[in-house]
């Protein structure tokens, strides 16, 4: 089974500070991506990547960078947190460009 | 842009009901349209369709894309306490990403 791991699932940040979201997937998948859901709202794409050191902006990029150094690992960054950006934030992997999307657990940002 | 609009936005049934989940879109070069089952942790997929006219079908669970209307329904037949959850509809456009909907939360009182 594809597993896509987001090693924080809980974190509180005070405003200002940097904040760094982890994502491994061990299924050698080439595609890898970044959602934010709030509610009302849905899931909303931040970035994504198609290959290593590779980025593409999604539909909310402002305040967020990512970094796509090895192919198993995707990680987003805050580089200043904002109390706007406390969400819910998914990673998601998938194997083809037509594939289904494997979702992480999430992880839950409270920026205060 | 992209648009999926997913109606209703909640819905609460008792078990044992059918209920029927609509997604309509608008999409540039429509590639395919993906449900997923959202409970209190990651989204699982559910289907994905391609092909106007085909249903899937998992179980209780089946789909059915009319891609000259551009709407998708999703219908759970013999609903149980188990199918409450968030129910999201995407679509893949040219470029490839999945543009979500709002998604339905669905309820099934015991």
């Known amino acids: 089974d594809v597993k896509v791991t987001q090693s924080s699932r809980y974190l509180v940040k005070r405003t200002g500070e940097k904040v760094f979201l982890e994502c491994v997937q061990d299924m050698d998948h080439e595609n890898m991506f970044w959602y934010r859901q709030d509610p009302g709202l849905g899931l909303r794409l931040i970035y994504f990547?198609?290959?290593?050191?590779?980025?593409e902006k999604g539909d909310i990029p402002e305040g967020y960078s990512v970094s796509r150094e090895k192919k198993e690992r995707f990680s987003l960054i805050l580089e200043s947190a904002s109390t706007n950006q406390t969400s819910m934030y998914l990673c998601?992997?998938?194997?083809?460009?037509?594939?289904?999307?494997?979702f992480g657990e999430g992880s839950r940002l409270t920026v205060l | 842009e992209d648009k999926v609009v997913q109606s209703p936005l909640s819905l609460v049934v008792h078990e044992g009901d059918t209920v029927t989940l609509n997604c309509s879109y608008e999409?540039?070069?429509?590639?395919?349209l993906l449900w997923y089952k959202q409970e209190k942790k990651a989204p699982t997929f559910l289907f994905m369709l391609?092909?106007?006219?085909i249903e899937k079908k998992s179980g209780r669970l089946s789909s059915i894309l009319d891609k000259k209307e551009l709407f998708s329904i999703l219908n759970i037949t013999a609903t149980q306490t188990g199918d409450s959850a968030v129910y999201l509809c995407?679509?893949?456009?040219?470029?490839?990403?999945?543009?979500f909907g709002k998604g339905t939360l669905l309820t099934v009182n015991p």
């Open positions: 998601a992997s998938s194997g083809g460009l037509g594939g289904e999307l494997f």
């Open positions: 995407a679509v893949r456009g040219s470029n490839y990403k999945l543009t």
């Open positions: 990547s198609y290959d290593v050191k590779m980025k």
């Open positions: 391609t092909s106007s006219g």
């Open positions: 999409v540039t070069n429509f590639r395919s």
